[in-house]
């Protein structure tokens, strides 16, 4: 049975991909739209993939990247049907468990460990959602080739 949170984790990947299909459209030639639908296609270019290459391509700090990187393993799950409030399984997911934690709670939240896995969750999605809309839209915002040493004089 697919929970609530589920659902939410399935609706925003398909925002998400849209927006990140469409950064990609607009910044690629006809050439390359042909050779990414193509991929598309033959199934070599999903969702973690296209997640992958946007966060190589957008700068964006390292914070913000390992959300991206969080989120697509959480959507994984959601797609491979696993019980994603399960905590063990959370806690075995190499520091993601604390990451999501450390991230979007503090320490005298008092909730379940299942409370705290779909509020840290909850805020994640709508993270990333925000993450994807902003380094989509105005993706030039966020780089500065000449950035100034205020410690030096």
């Given at each position: 049975m697919i929970t609530k949170l589920e659902k939410q984790v399935v609706k925003s990947t398909e925002l998400i991909?849209?927006?990140?299909?469409?950064?990609?459209?607009?910044?690629?030639?006809?050439?390359?739209?042909?050779?990414?639908?193509?991929?598309?296609?033959?199934?070599?270019?999903?969702?973690?993939?296209?997640?992958?290459l946007f966060c190589e391509l957008v700068h964006m700090s390292s914070i913000n990247s390992a959300k991206f990187k969080v989120y697509t393993k959480?959507?994984?799950?959601?797609?491979?049907?696993?019980?994603?409030?399960?905590?063990?399984?959370?806690?075995?997911?190499?520091?993601y468990f604390p990451f999501l934690v450390n991230t979007y709670l503090s320490s005298e939240d008092v909730l379940s460990l299942q409370q705290k896995l779909t509020f840290a969750i909850n805020l994640l999605i709508d993270d990333v959602v925000k993450l994807t809309k902003t380094h989509t839209e105005?993706?030039?915002?966020?780089?500065?080739?000449?950035?100034?040493?205020?410690?030096?004089s």
């Open positions: 991909d849209k927006m990140i299909t469409t950064y990609f459209i607009k910044k690629l030639g006809k050439k390359e739209i042909k050779i990414i639908n193509s991929l598309i296609d033959l199934g070599k270019f999903d969702f973690n993939k296209k997640v992958i959480i959507n994984n799950e959601v797609v491979l049907n696993d019980n994603l409030l399960n905590p063990n399984y959370l806690k075995s997911l190499n520091n105005n993706p030039e915002i966020y780089y500065q080739k000449k950035v100034k040493n205020i410690f030096s």
